[in-house]
């Protein structure tokens, strides 16, 4: 009988041959889908020297296969505002890769949302949740709801009608929902009562980023911004320049930036600029920080209005205008795409040296080659900013575990975890004769344990 390898074999197409192939077939597929597709090139691209050298993948067709969703739920979502009129959203999950554990990913309520963004960012995290070295595959999901200028009882009843049809799909040992934009602990918060009192269960490891009075991990609400701070002090510890003393700008004012901000500042730099989705605030003695938590995280304002407390900072109505400020550190935490090929150039311009990602996909595929071609030390999303679903699955082991561990412990964790998704990714880069490109680094080490998990279970 002849075997898989064989037939195979007497293709002999070549590494690169293959990976376009793929690509094709996926543009195909996708047709429209730029986030999606951006988000698919910028890991091919890595991927060629890894089937030169794992030629069982191509065998396997480990690529075609970790590149389409295992499923892709749409639903809608029906419920009634405060003046008793019928919305109708549209629902997302996608269930991307189940190889190394339950699906894993957040929910993100934002206009924008739509199939090629729960997609890119569904296909990102299955090699993020790899890099974690956690035993969590890959989801995501949400709405096109926004949340923006709703009541909470309209949030409210908007959640429960989403979770009465995701209820369907998840499960602790299925997949494991968490927050993203627009999804903070008040939504999981209603989405987990919902979910209880459709199953009948008290099943804590439903979703994470829970109130740590039924279930949540003490630090999650921290690990995202402090994960990503965490690893650019990891790449600065084998450079001449420290945190302390330098320079940052946080694009965002949400859960990723101000813990950013936070880490940041306790490292000794002087964070000077801040933003939301209408404008960004400058302020050049270094923000302070529990006026955007008191505007952000309990009033719910514009950040706008920090200059009404702080009158000697500057207010600016343009969101991308934050990137012409100089700085030393650079800490796009905002959204997709926010920094394009031009940006980058100011940025270089005014002497950038690190640029962090603690959005996802956050700078596009131009502005990725400039700050590499320019020698800033770049810091891929999918490896810095995997601290928040690390400790998602720190959340899940406590809950399975019934039990609950100290801040310390979970800091501490997080730590060891972020210094090594840094080692892997650099010793990968090395391996690969990419050294120092992070980027390739982390692609590659997040995709090889998927693949060869998927390998080990067949063609399924
Ligand atoms: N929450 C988490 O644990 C994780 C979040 N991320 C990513 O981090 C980013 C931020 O997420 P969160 O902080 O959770 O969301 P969030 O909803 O708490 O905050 C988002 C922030 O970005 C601002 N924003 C939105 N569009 C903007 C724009 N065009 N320009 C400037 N600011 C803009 C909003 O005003 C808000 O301040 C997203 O890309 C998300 O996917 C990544 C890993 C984990
Ligand atoms: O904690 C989680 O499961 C979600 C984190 C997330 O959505 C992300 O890493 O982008």
């Not at 189940?98 to 995290?125: D, M, T």
């Not at 299955?126 to 909470?152: A, C, H, R, V, Y």
């Not at 502005?367 to 699955?393: D, E, H, R, Y």
Request: net charge negative; aromatic share 10%.
């Amino acid at each position: 009988m002849t075997t898989l390898n064989e037939v195979l074999q007497e293709e002999k197409k070549t590494a690169k041959e293959y990976v376009n192939e793929v690509y094709e077939t996926v543009q195909k597929r996708n047709p429209n889908e730029h986030e999606f597709l951006q988000a698919v090139k910028e890991i091919f691209n890595s991927l060629v020297p890894v089937f030169v050298n794992h030629p069982k993948y191509m065998d396997y067709g480990i690529l075609d296969r970790i590149v389409e969703p295992e499923r892709l739920i749409t639903f809608r979502v029906p419920w009634v505002d405060d003046l008793g009129r019928v919305q109708v959203n549209r629902g997302f999950r996608v269930q991307y890769n189940s190889a190394i554990g339950p699906y894993k990913g957040g929910l993100r309520f934002h206009p924008s949302v739509n199939a090629s963004i729960v997609k890119f960012l569904g296909f990102e995290q299955i090699f993020k949740n790899s890099l974690t070295g956690q035993p969590i595959g890959g989801g995501k999901g949400g709405s096109d709801f926004d949340p923006k200028g709703k009541s909470e009882l309209e949030i409210m009843r908007f959640t429960q009608s989403f979770m009465t049809e995701l209820s369907q799909y998840i499960g602790p040992d299925i997949d494991v929902p968490a927050g993203d934009i627009g999804v903070g602990s008040r939504e999981i918060g209603f989405m987990f009562g919902q979910y209880k009192k459709i199953r009948g269960s008290f099943e804590a490891g439903v979703l994470t980023g829970k109130g740590i009075e039924y279930g949540g991990s003490i630090a999650r609400q921290e690990a995202t911004g402090y994960g990503t701070v965490y690893f650019i002090n990891e790449m600065l510890k084998d450079q001449d320049f420290a945190l302390k003393g330098s320079t940052v700008v946080v694009s965002g004012s949400g859960n990723v930036s101000i813990y950013a901000i936070e880490k940041a500042i306790q490292f000794g730099a002087r964070v000077v600029a801040c933003s939301d989705s209408d404008g960004f605030i400058y302020d050049k003695n270094g923000i302070n920080l529990d006026t955007v938590k008191r505007l952000k995280e309990v009033e719910t304002k514009r950040i706008s209005e920090y200059v009404d407390v702080h009158p000697d900072a500057e207010y600016f109505e343009d969101c991308t205008g934050i990137w012409s400020i100089p700085c030393d550190i650079a800490l796009p935490c905002a959204t997709q795409n926010e920094i394009d090929e031009a940006t980058a150039k100011v940025l270089v311009a005014n002497g950038v040296k690190v640029v962090g990602e603690g959005a996802n996909m956050p700078s596009t595929l131009g502005a990725i080659t400039i700050f590499q071609n320019s020698n800033v030390l770049f810091a891929p999303a999918k490896a810095a900013n995997a601290g928040g679903v690390a400790v998602s699955s720190l959340e899940m082991a406590q809950n399975s575990g019934k039990t609950s561990w100290s801040f310390e412990e979970v800091d501490g964790k997080l730590q060891e975890i972020m210094t090594n998704i840094y080692q892997n990714c650099m010793q990968a880069a090395d391996e690969y004769g990419v050294p120092g490109n992070l980027v390739a680094g982390a692609n590659i080490a997040g995709f090889t344990k998927v693949a060869d998990a998927m390998v080990a279970q067949g063609i399924i």
